[in-house]
């Protein structure tokens, strides 16, 4: 089933995030252009690291044309990052993507210092149903004219009807990200909810409600990654990269799995596998998972065999998953409470497991965390998913 | 470093495909690929598409699109774009994955179906510039690229029917190409009088827009050999993105693409580029852009490479063969599909599989280069057999 190569963990180099710099995240960013927002988040990556943008070998951003409004748009992307000259590459694909091809590009021995920047400027978007409806089959379902939602509302119903998770127990997973967001300074969507509240919200589409779903923020992060003799010098607190994993399932809906995600369980094996993870229950301290709606957050934690099938949702509405619970999940507020970020939300787990393994996180550091797991998924229409394991020792 | 060979290609014929969706297209490309070095997708280990531009297909999201047609379905999947530098990129993209040691096994390809948008690809190109500034203009690429062609043609020197050449060259080569759109015996005066589009540039001088996939099968070195007995060798990739802003470069010399050229040398160990490199397909959408990129890639002297095109050296036959497959001039442009098409050609003339379009004295040393963004961007990769 997993297609790696034999050996593969016991003799990868080592690559670590030596430097994280972040811009955001709001609902609204009318100070800034998304250009701005990527120089300031840059620079600031640059000054954790310790590092002048000639020191790096070469930069990977995420993006996605329409989402910038602008065809060919990596091209935009050299300038503010200081990279002009210099190679430069962009990966279509969701944040963590890019940083898994920058992980690679210095596991060739090529490159020794790389930088990956992704960011969301959401607020620009008028039409943003629009543009996710026109992701979908051309042909088989485009002239259907849906919402794009109604696909969120088919899966949620099919996975608490395989699952046995109930409606509520997806509530709490609100209630929890939001409150979590509380902490968060960087968070723009914490709010002090109940059970009543999320349940009573305007009907999206049967079961989904309008406060399951993350809304949309904007921000930029970026990263710098470094192989291991050149991080030990750069960093005090290297975050080393244990385990990565990526997968796409179908684009089709006709043939998709709709209880599980299938992308998320292939990726998470491959990362176990990379990082020599042979109980996830056990080892896995924290995770910061994507909950981009309210019931992906419990689907997600199966499939990344966190807990059993049908065990998540009595796991949240339990506490399990709380700040201070046995194993908690989204800490910063996921994207439930920070923001929805489109191409960035990978990035944004990985700079709160890095944080959080920096011990860096403020209110909301957990205690004595040495192993962190960051997953994401890149949201309707499709079915990829991407998983990295980070460690601070 | 992890050595990565080139074990298998394949590529549909470039025409405006109507009957085909992009995925059928890259299936296709795909199993052509998978078949020539008797494959089949169970063994692939990832998938890597490359795709320049979503408005084109009309497509949102346009690798999720592709996955499942790339054999991506179930398998971890990336897509990336650097523009019309992508096919080669997309070489480079394949190589990281198993360079890294992560894979054995890795399936490229490029797609783009142009034909879709309508009523003309060049519509989409507006895109491409500045919100603000440029885009009030409702520009397309010719405009722009009218711009640097003059520019270029100044610096050096050059008339119409000098780089005419290029086109009279790549156009005659495409004859022989099976999945050729475009290829013509044409005459010098034919070009020169063919009308004109946005002055300097004639029709003759431009790539026409197509439809069409390419794909390579990349291996590890420790596979390499069980797959096949002439695998040919990534030996030096490189890639390099320029400022944004076109109006602050140097239109007359792609120094981005000496700088991409250099990382892939290094990488190579090749220091005498005019004599190490025997074959070679630099990125031709326009008929000057042969000649620039020869330049920049130091196959050629600065304001040398007309000489050397007039002179025969880089025909079919010459001491150095330029663009044999027919390039983008003859063989036609679906952007990233074009250049992985280059790469296809690199693979069958190293292992002396071109059929007519094969170059005389078994060359050793291919190089394929694309050039894409807002004219900003240079990639290069460096094959051996």
Known sequence: ?393 | MNRVAVVGAGMTKFVRRAMETPKELAYEAVKMALDSCQLTIKDVGCVVAGSAVDCFDGVHMKGEYLSDGSGGSRKPFMRHSVGGGTGVFSCIHGWMHVASGLFDICVVVAEEKMSSCQPHPQGAFLTVYDNTIERPLGLNLLWIVAQEMHHYMKTNGYSSEDVALVSVKNKGNALNHPAAMLGAKLTVEDVVNSEIISWPVHRLDISATSDGAAAIVLASESLAYRITDKPVWIEGVGYNLDTWYWTSRDLAYPIYVEKAARMAYEMAGIKEPQKEVHIAEPYDPFNFKELQNMEALLLADRGKAVQLTADGVTSREGNMPVCPSGGLLGVGNPISAAAVMKICEIFWQLRGEAGERQVPGNPKCGLAQAWGDMMQCGTVVILRK
């Open chain 1, 1 to 393: 089933m997993v297609y790696l190569k034999k050996g593969v963990g016991v003799m990868t180099r080592k690559v670590a995030v030596v430097g994280i710099g972040h811009y955001g995240f709001r609902s609204v960013s009318p100070e800034v252009s998304f250009r701005e927002m990527i120089y300031e988040s840059a620079t600031r990556a640059y000054e954790d690291a310790g590092l002048e943008p000639m020191d790096i070998d070469g930069f990977v951003t995420a993006g996605e044309d329409w989402h910038e409004g602008h065809s060919i748009a990596d091209e935009i992307t050299p300038d503010q990052l200081g990279a002009v000259k210099r190679p430069v590459f962009t990966v279509n694909g969701d944040a963590m993507h890019a940083f898994i091809s920058a992980y690679m590009h210095i596991l060739t021995g090529q490159m020794s210092i790389c930088m990956v920047e992704s960011r969301s400027k959401a607020s620009n978007i008028v039409n943003s149903h629009e543009i996710t409806a026109m992701a979908l089959d051309p042909i088989y379902n485009r002239p259907l004219e849906e919402n794009p939602y109604f696909i969120a509302g088919l899966e949620m119903n099919r996975y608490l009807y395989e699952s046995g998770n109930t409606r509520e127990q997806c509530a709490q997973v609100v209630v929890k990200n939001k409150r979590n967001a509380m902490k968060n300074p960087n968070a723009g969507h914490g709010a002090k909810l109940d059970l009543e509240d999320i349940l009573n919200s305007e009907a999206v589409s049967y079961p989904l409600t309008s406060l399951d779903i993350s809304p949309h923020s904007d921000g930029c992060v970026v990263f710098i990654l470094a192989e291991a003799e050149m991080a030990r010098t750069l960093s005090k607190n290297p975050i080393w990269i244990q385990g990565v994993g990526w997968c796409t399932e179908t684009p089709s809906l006709e043939r998709r799995d709709w209880g599980r995600s299938f992308c998320t369980r292939h990726a998470s094996q491959m990362a176990y596998k990379m990082a020599r993870i042979n109980f996830p229950r056990k080892d896995i301290q924290f995770a910061e998972i994507s909950d981009e709606f309210s019931y992906k957050e419990l689907q997600h934690m199966e499939d990344l065999n966190l807990c059993h099938r049908g065990e998540a949702g009595f796991l949240a509405s339990e506490g399990a998953t709380d700040f201070d619970g046995d194993l908690p999940i989204n800490p910063s507020g996921g994207t439930l409470g920070v923001g929805n970020l489109q191409e960035a939300n990978g990035a944004l787990k990985i700079l709160e497991v890095v944080a959080q393994l920096r011990g860096e996180a403020g209110k909301r550091q957990l205690k004595d965390v040495k192993l962190g797991l960051a997953h994401t998924w890149r949201g309707l229409p499709t079915t990829s998913g991407a998983v990295v394991i980070l460690s601070n020792a």
